[in-house]
């Protein structure tokens, strides 16, 4: 009988022991974390300029002069809504990333190990992005010269944006990155196709 309690006893401690080894394993060996980033480094460097290249964009439509056409102003007023309302979904997915909102080396992204693209290029090689003195000059216009110079930028701008979006779309295989660096070639062709017959009435 005292055998038997014996062996109980041990039975209860050996199933106590395995217990608390069990409790206290993830403090004394770490688990290893599995948990898939919510963007690679393509997909944040993508998302990082692509948010400063929509700002400029913001910024040109807000530059131009209320006397304009208004078709143009139309058109403006479309480019702002969309960039505006896509600013916004790019900036959530890097605070859901946990990256900065800025990217510290601009284009970056654009080469990847086995994706050769010329390498990085500074911000000022962005495709498409205005000089300083360009928007200045798209702030002082007025009349018919501020159309053409919004619709002449613009254009470029636009250009620059689809040549981003089909890079980063070559290099991400899927995933809602990829996803809207599609729909942004499609939105941009569009909108590009309107610009050129714009300017073409104004030439």
Known sequence: MRRTVQIAGFGSLALLLLVVGAALRPLIV???????PVLDAV???FVQDMAEHHQQALAMTMRLSPDVDPAVAALARQIGDSQRTE?????????????????????????????THGGAVPDESMPGMATTAELDALSAATGRDAEVLFLQLMHLHHLGGIEM??????????????????????EQSQE???ISILL???S
């Open 87 to 115: 600013i916004g979904i790019l900036t959530g997915w890097l605070q859901l990333a946990d990256a900065p909102p800025t990217n510290p080396e601009p284009m970056s992204w654009h080469e990847t190990p086995g994706h």
């Open 30 to 36: 770490p688990e290893v974390s599995r948990v898939k």
């Open 43 to 45: 997909e944040i460097g």
């Open 200 to 202: 073409a009435e104004r």
């Open 192 to 194: 590009a196709g309107l």
């Open 165 to 186: 979006a089909q890079t980063a779309d070559a290099l991400l295989a899927s995933g809602p990155v990829d996803r809207m660096a599609r729909s942004m070639v499609q």
